[in-house]
């Protein structure tokens, strides 16, 4: 990725995150009200992710499961995960639950395009060729995010899910990132936007 595009990528990321906060604010106020009223704990899931250059950075979710459920159940969610809220469904579906990462967008620790962030356990069995996939900031959507939309229905039917996560679905993700970074540029970056809203509302 060339400098120019470097910084017409930041340039989109921070008038489109900042746009799309002040515009979803309604939004983004009635979800928190209805997060909070409808199960305890925090509105806001915070987790810690491996971002650019392997940094790692806290990302920002509306809480969609009870409180210390990882402590419960693995890091992965499969299908009907009994850990996730009523309300958490409805978001997740609609993917309604990222959209405070706008604001790790418009901080400059995300990107509205780029491979999605995993945990450091994930990223502790990576290869040293799909490290370069820490070249790029991490983003909301990916190629890989479009694909893999049903996750965590796919996941519910295996019988080992982390495994197949891990040997599968992992792999798979990160040669879609490997693919981004060689074609990426604010075009191709505008299209899997478009691409995503798209599936989204279907």
Known sequence: MNFINKILKRLLDIVASGIGIIILSPILIIISIIIKITSRGPIFFK?????????KFKILKFRTMIVDAEKV???ITVGNDPRITRIGYFLRKYKLDELPQLINVFIGNMSLVGPRPEVPRYVELYSNEQRKVF???PGITDLASIRYRDENDILGK??????YY?????QDKLNLNLEY??????FFDIFIIIKTIVKCLK
């Open 158 to 163: 295996v019988d080992n899910p982390d495994r």
């Open 166 to 170: 891990i040997d599968v679905i992992m």
């Open 181 to 186: 970074i060689d074609k990426g540029n604010v």
């Open 73 to 75: 159940g693995k890091q």
């Open 47 to 55: 987790q810690v992710r491996v971002g650019k250059n392997e940094k």
């Open 135 to 137: 070249n790029v900031k």
